[in-house]
C-alpha cells in the first residue's frame, strides 16, 4: 500500500515570497491532516480536513496560511507570504476516518531566509 | 502547561537495556498515540491505545485513564530504535490533536 506523498521535500525561499505544498493521502482516508513542527517542537496540527469540509482549521494562521482539499483527495498548503519563523517542517498525515490511526508522510522541509 | 508532558526530554541506553517513556496528560481524551520520528523528519505511528496495553514486536504501550499516564516501553533496546518517541492525545472534545515534545532516545552498540 502505498503511503501518504508529499513534495516537495525541501524548499528555500526568501521571507515575503509564496510557497505552496502539496499532499497526497492514502487511497481511500477521508482524513487529512496538515501539521508544522518547529526544530525541538513537537507538531501542532494546522487544519483537519474531512472529506473536502474543514473540521478544525483553529490553529491556521488564516492572515497568510490557507489550504484546500477541493476534491476530498489531494490537499494543498499555501503561505503568502512566508515569515522568518514559518521555517519548520510540514507534516501531512492521513486516516480513514475520524479518531483512527494517522499515517504521516516524509515532510516538507521548508527555510524562509 | 503543556496539555501533554513526556520524560525524559533525552535518553541515552546501552543496547540490550529495557527502556521506557512516560506520558502524562491533563485533558480528556479519545485515544492516546504514540509515534516515531526518525533523523530526516518520517513520522510512524507505532500505536494508538485508549485503554490497558498493546504490544508489537519490541514495543509495549500502557495506558491508565485514571491517571492520565502512558508509558512506552523497549525491551532488548537496539540502535536502530533510537530516534524521537511522541506522544499525543486526542482530547474527547473538538477534535484537538495535542502532542508533547518528544523524547530523544539514543542507544548505543
Known amino acids: 500500500e502505498a503511503g501518504v506523498a508529499q513534495s516537495p521535500r525541501y524548499k528555500i525561499i526568501e521571507k515575503r515570497q509564496s510557497v505552496a505544498f502539496w499532499c497526497n493521502p492514502i487511497s481511500g482516508h477521508a482524513t487529512l491532516y496538515w501539521y508544522q513542527q518547529i526544530l525541538g517542537q513537537g507538531p501542532k496540527l494546522l487544519i483537519q480536513f474531512q472529506n473536502n469540509g474543514v473540521v478544525d482549521d483553529s490553529q491556521l494562521p488564516k492572515d497568510r496560511f490557507s489550504a484546500e482539499r477541493l476534491k476530498g483527495v489531494d490537499s494543498t498548503l499555501k503561505i503568502q507570504p512566508a515569515k522568518l519563523e514559518d521555517s519548520a517542517v510540514y507534516l501531512c498525515?492521513?486516516?480513514?476516518?475520524?479518531?483512527?490511526?494517522?499515517?504521516f508522510g516524509p515532510g516538507t522541509r521548508l527555510l524562509v531566509l | 502547561k503543556n496539555e501533554v508532558e513526556q520524560s525524559p526530554q533525552n535518553l541515552t541506553a546501552q543496547e540490550g537495556e529495557f527502556i521506557t517513556i512516560n506520558c502524562s496528560y491533563s485533558?480528556?481524551?479519545?485515544?492516546l498515540h504514540w509515534l516515531q520520528q526518525h533523523p530526516g523528519g518520517g513520522i510512524v505511528s507505532l500505536f494508538m491505545?485508549?485503554?490497558g496495553k498493546k504490544k508489537h514486536g519490541r514495543l509495549i504501550a500502557t495506558i491508565n485513564i485514571q491517571e492520565k499516564h502512558s508509558s512506552l516501553h523497549i525491551t532488548a533496546s537496539h540502535p536502530r530504535d533510537s530516534a524521537v518517541y511522541i506522544c499525543?492525545?486526542?482530547?474527547?472534545?473538538?477534535?484537538?490533536?495535542?502532542f508533547g515534545t518528544g523524547t530523544s532516545l539514543t542507544v548505543i552498540p
Open positions: 499525543a492525545v486526542s482530547s474527547n472534545t473538538g477534535n484537538q490533536f495535542y
Open positions: 498525515a492521513s486516516s480513514l476516518n475520524l479518531e483512527q490511526t494517522q499515517y
Open positions: 491505545l485508549s485503554s
Open positions: 485533558v480528556g481524551i479519545s485515544a
